[in-house]
């Protein structure tokens, strides 16, 4: 499945990304291991905000977790992203992480 992912990251890289971000909405199975895979290795802010989206867009509450991580990222792109899909969430443990973020 990673090269799958890998793939919608290429389509996003080449400016295809309007397609490549519902490539990875539509992806069947768990896919959250790759796309955090694929977070972690990136360097680019606009394409590590993209794979925070589309992993907080696939609406798995098991995102929440990683969406905290992004959260204390450097990257303004990533941790606004990260940002919206906790309040998305709006879970105990999103508000949780949300209040320890403003609260520490």
């Known amino acids: 499945m990673q090269s799958s992912v890998g793939e919608a990251v290429e389509k996003f890289r080449n400016g295809d990304e309007e397609s490549a ?31 925070v989206k589309a992993a907080w867009e696939r609406r798995d509450p098991t995102a929440v977790p990683f969406l905290g991580e992004a959260l204390y990222g450097a990257q303004e792109k990533v941790w606004q992203e990260a940002l919206d899909g906790l309040v998305t969430f709006a879970s105990p443990e999103a508000l949780e992480i949300l209040r320890l973020a403003c609260f520490p």
């Not at 959250?32 to 394409?47: H, Q």
């Open 21 to 51: 971000f519902f490539d990875l909405l539509e992806m069947p199975g768990d896919v959250l291991p790759d796309l955090i895979a694929a977070f972690r290795n990136e360097r680019l802010p606009k394409t590590r905000a993209f794979l």
